[in-house]
């Protein structure tokens, strides 16, 4: 701003000289200097600023990217209580097609890209029927896009790391997917890049044109086949003079420190029998994988194939709209990454927190990649030229400031440490609020032991080991620790070891039988606070859904109960096997089926460490 305060103080000095020119102040008798003199006395005039260079135009275009939109159709709909409309007025689906429906012609967006998992509940006609209205919004703006299925988009999900050759498009049946009803191959050749669709009809390419230039963007759906494989290489083979952007709902991974690049078995599988040896792939993007990351691979040519993955479900409000937008600028040689959300600007200012960033500004997230495109496709196709410079700046610049022209980031809450071991917040009717701390670090947690509760109404106890079907048990099972949270005002923790889902071997805290907490409902609400730690050797053949805390019982003894999973327990506060938090009730009254909530860690590490919960509190 301080251009605007020194723009009226020049006017200002300017104006007082030319009044003093004119007589205001100097003698009237002075004889008028020769015209076009200066007066000797006369100040020097002010030296004009010079006007910043004009930037260069450029020639570029950018595609904008929809990851896993999954969470978007599924709490969008009256099941879920219309949970988006309900508390913003509005929805991130149809707030990211719509942003880039009005953008694409200024922002130069030739194409969009899906990355899968459309929907969250394949079975669910009321999630197809939320994307289904997203996506007809580019289709009405004539803004062509590729969409493929992923893993929750299809009857039969299987990972290939448990079963590389079933579950793949050749062992579905076709006429009862409802991928293929929603997002079938007439929808997809309505748009004026398709090239076609494989023998499946789940998997497909676009030809799209940019500064005089053509694109292929070849989509593979969740797991393909040998001959979904086979047909893509025809694809590629059949247009020998096309850069191809392969796209997948899974081929990278992000590692535990949730920036760097994991190759995963089914993305090797692909690097072998498709991406190494073909020369046209110069780049794959991916979702599946919360989270984001880059990995450069060196293909049989000796060229770069850039490999991303980018994936927001289990960041807040189920992504919170992010997007992303890839700007290929061929006259400075790059590949532009800005990761935003063009729907947090939209939302009420009153439901903002810290959370809500509309721009993602960590390297993972905002980075470029250098790339001499017309060197990189000389190997394939030797008139690749850069086109005219059209552009008069960068896309992705432009986007960013589009995004951010009528927003303010909230300001970010800075955390302090506890500052001692009661340095916690004290919430009026806490129910239960248990500290797992005392004994010696590393040394066994006695059957027995009372893990004392705040409110003296509700404590827990290690329960006898080796009861109700549990074999194997010691008491090294849970063990003390002194690793806590670094907000935890609690000293300590304890230790979960030896866990294996597939074993009988189990150990945990009970409350009494005749304990106030198991007798209530908290039909007005309530709040589960808890810090837990994940041990980097956690894998999901071993630890997936294992328990925090549950209720006991089984829910399908209750009276009206209707939902899957009869033998799990009322109340369910678990682990999924990626890593998810779930939260499950059954509710005491109405439809009593399961009502679920997933939150994503914010770190992963220790075997079900559980440390403090600070409190458990009903909302006022």
Same mark, same amino acid.
């Given at each position: 701003?301080?251009?605007?305060?020194?723009?009226?103080?020049?006017?200002?000095?300017?104006?007082?000289?030319?009044?003093?020119?004119?007589?205001?102040?100097?003698?009237s008798?002075?004889?008028?200097?020769?015209?076009?003199?200066?007066?000797?006395?006369?100040?020097?005039?002010?030296?004009?600023?010079?006007?910043?260079?004009?930037?260069?135009?450029?020639?570029?275009?950018?595609?904008?990217?929809?990851?896993?939109?999954?969470?978007?159709?599924?709490?969008?709909?009256?099941?879920?209580?219309?949970?988006?409309?309900?508390?913003?007025?509005?929805?991130?689906?149809?707030?990211?097609?719509?942003?880039i429906?009005?953008?694409?012609?200024?922002?130069?967006?030739?194409?969009?890209?899906?990355?899968?998992?459309?929907?969250?509940?394949?079975?669910?006609?009321?999630?197809?029927?939320?994307?289904d209205?997203?996506?007809?919004?580019?289709?009405?703006?004539?803004?062509?896009?590729?969409?493929?299925?992923?893993?929750?988009?299809?009857?039969?999900?299987?990972?290939?790391?448990?079963?590389?050759?079933?579950?793949?498009?050749?062992?579905r049946?076709?006429?009862?997917?409802?991928?293929?009803?929603?997002?079938?191959?007439?929808r997809?050749?309505?748009?004026?890049?398709?090239?076609?669709?494989?023998?499946?009809?789940f998997?497909?390419?676009?030809?799209?044109?940019?500064?005089?230039?053509?694109?292929?963007?070849?989509?593979?759906?969740?797991?393909?086949?040998?001959?979904?494989?086979?047909?893509?290489?025809?694809?590629?083979?059949?247009?020998?003079?096309?850069?191809?952007?392969?796209?997948?709902?899974?081929?990278?991974?992000?590692?535990?420190?949730?920036?760097?690049?994991?190759?995963?078995g089914?993305?090797?599988?692909?690097?072998?029998?498709?991406?190494?040896?073909?020369?046209?792939?110069?780049?794959?993007?991916?979702?599946?994988?919360?989270?984001?990351?880059?990995?450069?691979?060196?293909?049989?040519?000796?060229?770069?194939?850039?490999?991303?993955?980018?994936?927001?479900?289990?960041?807040?409000?189920?992504g919170?709209?992010?997007?992303?937008?890839?700007?290929?600028?061929?006259?400075?040689?790059?590949?532009?990454?800005?990761?935003?959300?063009?729907?947090?600007?939209?939302?009420?200012?009153?439901?903002?927190?810290s959370?809500?960033?509309?721009?993602?500004?960590?390297?993972?997230?905002?980075?470029?990649i250098?790339?001499?495109?017309s060197?990189?496709?000389?190997?394939f196709?030797?008139?690749?030229?850069?086109?005219?410079?059209?552009?008069?700046?960068?896309?992705?610049?432009?986007?960013?400031?589009?995004?951010?022209?009528?927003?303010?980031?909230?300001?970010?809450?800075?955390?302090?440490? /506890?500052?001692?071991?009661?340095?916690?917040?004290?919430?009026?009717?806490?129910?239960?609020?248990?500290?797992?701390?005392?004994?010696?670090?590393?040394?066994?947690?006695?059957?027995?032991?009372?893990?004392?509760?705040?409110?003296?109404?509700?404590?827990?106890?290690?329960?006898?080991?080796?009861?109700?079907?549990?074999?194997?048990?010691?008491?090294?099972?849970?063990?003390?620790?002194?690793?806590?949270?670094?907000?935890?005002a609690?000293?300590?923790?304890?230790?979960?070891?030896?866990?294996?889902?597939?074993?009988?071997?189990?150990?945990?805290?009970?409350?009494?039988?005749?304990?106030?907490?198991?007798?209530?409902?908290l039909?007005?609400?309530?709040?589960?606070? /808890?810090?837990?730690?994940?041990?980097?050797?956690?894998?999901?053949?071993?630890?997936?859904?294992?328990?925090?805390?549950?209720?006991?019982?089984?829910?399908?003894?209750?009276?009206?109960?209707?939902?899957?999973?009869?033998?799990?327990?009322?109340l369910?506060? /678990?682990?999924?096997?990626?890593?998810?938090?779930?939260?499950?009730?059954?509710?005491?009254?109405?439809?009593?089926?399961?009502?679920?909530?997933?939150?994503?860690?914010?770190?992963?590490?220790?075997?079900r460490?559980?440390?403090?919960?600070?409190?458990?509190?009903?909302?006022?």
């Open positions: 701003m301080e251009p605007l305060r020194a723009r009226p103080f020049l006017l200002a000095l300017v104006a007082a000289v030319a009044l003093a020119a004119c007589g205001g102040g100097g003698d008798s002075a004889a008028p200097a020769a015209p076009g003199t200066p007066p000797s006395d006369a100040p020097a005039e002010a030296p004009v600023p010079t006007p910043a260079p004009t930037p260069a135009p450029i020639s570029s275009f950018a595609l904008a990217v929809l990851p896993d939109t999954q969470f978007y159709s599924r709490y969008a709909t009256t099941a879920e209580s219309s949970e988006y409309q309900t508390r913003f007025g509005n929805e991130p689906f149809s707030a990211q097609t719509g942003w429906a009005a953008n694409a012609k200024a922002l130069n967006i030739p194409f969009t890209i899906h990355l899968g998992d459309v929907v969250d509940q394949v079975g669910k006609p009321d999630q197809w029927k939320v994307a209205a997203a996506m007809k919004v580019l289709e009405t703006a004539k803004q062509p896009y590729s969409v493929l299925a992923g893993n929750h988009d299809v009857l039969n999900d299987v990972d290939y790391s448990i079963d590389p050759v079933g579950g793949t498009d050749a062992s049946t076709l006429a009862n997917e409802p991928y293929l009803q929603w997002f079938g191959k007439t997809a050749a309505a748009q004026s890049t398709f090239g076609g669709r494989d023998a499946s009809g998997h497909e390419y676009h030809v799209f044109e940019a500064q005089g230039q053509k694109f292929m963007v070849l989509s593979l759906s969740w797991r393909a086949s040998d001959a979904g494989i086979a047909w893509a290489r025809n694809v590629i083979a059949s247009h020998p003079t096309l850069p191809v952007i392969l796209v997948n709902h899974q081929l990278l991974n992000i590692a535990a420190d949730g920036v760097s690049p994991l190759e995963t089914y993305g090797l599988m692909l690097w072998q029998k498709l991406i190494r040896d073909n020369d046209q792939i110069f780049m794959t993007l991916n979702g599946h994988h919360h989270g984001a990351a880059h990995l450069t691979k060196t293909n049989d040519f000796g060229h770069a194939v850039e490999e991303m993955v980018v994936d927001y479900q289990m960041a807040y409000q189920g919170n709209g992010l997007m992303r937008l890839y700007e290929f600028d061929l006259t400075n040689k790059q590949i532009k990454v800005l990761s935003f959300s063009p729907w947090v600007p939209q939302k009420p200012a009153a439901t903002l927190n959370f809500d960033q509309a721009v993602l500004t960590t390297a993972n997230e905002a980075f470029s250098d790339m001499d495109f060197q990189r496709f000389s190997g196709n030797k008139t690749f030229g850069v086109g005219e410079a059209t552009i008069a700046s960068s896309l992705v610049a432009q986007a960013k400031a589009k995004i951010l022209a009528n927003y303010t980031e909230p300001t970010v809450t800075v955390l302090r440490p /506890a500052a001692n071991t009661e340095d916690y917040p004290k919430v009026a009717n806490t129910l239960a609020h248990w500290r797992f701390f005392g004994g010696t670090v590393n040394q066994p947690v006695p059957v027995g032991t009372v893990i004392a509760d705040v409110t003296g109404a509700n404590p827990l106890r290690r329960d006898a080991l080796n009861q109700g079907g549990s074999q194997g048990a010691v008491a090294g099972d849970i063990v003390w620790s002194d690793d806590r949270h670094h907000l935890s609690a000293p300590g923790s304890v230790r979960f070891l030896n866990t294996d889902k597939n074993l009988p071997r189990l150990s945990y805290f009970l409350t009494d039988a005749a304990a106030p907490l198991n007798a209530q409902t039909e007005s609400g309530y709040t589960i606070e /808890a810090f837990i730690k994940i041990d980097a050797a956690w894998t999901s053949s071993k630890q997936a859904w294992m328990n925090v805390m549950t209720r006991d019982g089984r829910r399908g003894n209750l009276a009206g109960y209707s939902g899957g999973d009869p033998e799990s327990p009322p369910l506060f /678990a682990i999924s096997s990626l890593r998810e938090v779930q939260w499950e009730i059954v509710p005491s009254q109405g439809t009593r089926s399961p009502r679920t909530n997933w939150m994503r860690l914010s770190g992963v590490t220790r075997p460490a559980l440390d403090e919960p600070p409190n458990r509190r009903r909302p006022v």
